[in-house]
């Protein structure tokens, strides 16, 4: 069987990626949306109102490098988060949104420390994501969640949005995938501890880990 032209495959690897997470019980019904940079500069973007396990390859919306949309159906009207971190963060090749239950159940209660919001439980959510900034709670399409990653001027390359779900840029869709179930699980992680006296990473080893998320994106 001869192989797949790469937008090809990228479009097959998209639709599996979101069909994973989805059986999962990741993102439910038709929430979540997901992108990833082609290789002619455009965008690949799940459709609105689309379910993650019954997305189809052909049906992606399709923008050129101009951002012109050339094909496919209607984009996710999570557009402005997207473009929001291609446009702001190097090195962006995919960004994946999901209504994952822990990380939005943790995203409702009170955090002194929003700028820094999921708690260093373990090492791996550090190394894969770096710090999460919880946002606040905007209306679903709103153009302004946009402007507020925009605002984070590539800082970060996670965001929570209250009451909503996380947002993860990563180099490849499998990066951004892999990041943004190491959030959820860290975020079920600290909801089963909330109210114990459990034993956080050291602060004096966190600078080190988030490096480490940092060379790997910057190489």
């Not at 439980?121 to 709103?142: E, K, N």
């Not at 996380?166 to 995938?177: L, N």
Request: with cysteine; glycine share 8%.
């Amino acid at each position: 069987m001869p192989a797949l032209p790469v937008e090809a495959r990228l479009r097959e690897q998209l639709c599996d990626l979101a069909a994973s997470l989805y059986a999962r019980g990741l993102t439910h019904g038709s929430t979540g949306n997901i992108s990833a940079r082609t290789a002619d500069g455009g965008l690949l973007v799940s459709p609105t109102g689309s379910s993650f396990g019954r997305l189809d390859p052909a049906r992606l919306a399709r923008f050129d490098a101009t951002g012109r949309q050339v094909e496919g159906d209607r984009p996710t009207k999570e557009m402005p988060l997207h473009r929001a971190f291609y446009d702001t963060r190097d090195g962006t090749g995919a960004v994946v949104h999901l209504h994952s239950c822990h990380s939005v159940a943790l995203s409702t209660l009170p955090t002194d420390t929003p700028q820094d919001w999921l708690p260093p439980v373990t090492p791996y959510a550090l190394m894969q994501l770096g710090q999460v900034t919880l946002l606040p709670y905007f209306r679903p399409g709103d153009e302004a969640m946009g402007d507020a990653v925009r605002g984070l001027n590539g800082t970060r390359a996670a965001v929570m949005l209250a009451n909503h779900g996380p947002v993860v840029a990563g180099r490849t869709p499998d990066a951004a995938c892999n990041a943004v179930e190491e959030l959820e699980a860290t975020a079920r992680l600290a909801l089963m501890l909330r109210g114990l006296p459990a034993r956080m990473i050291p602060e004096t080893e966190i600078p080190a880990l988030t490096r480490v998320h940092r060379i790997a994106w910057e190489t």
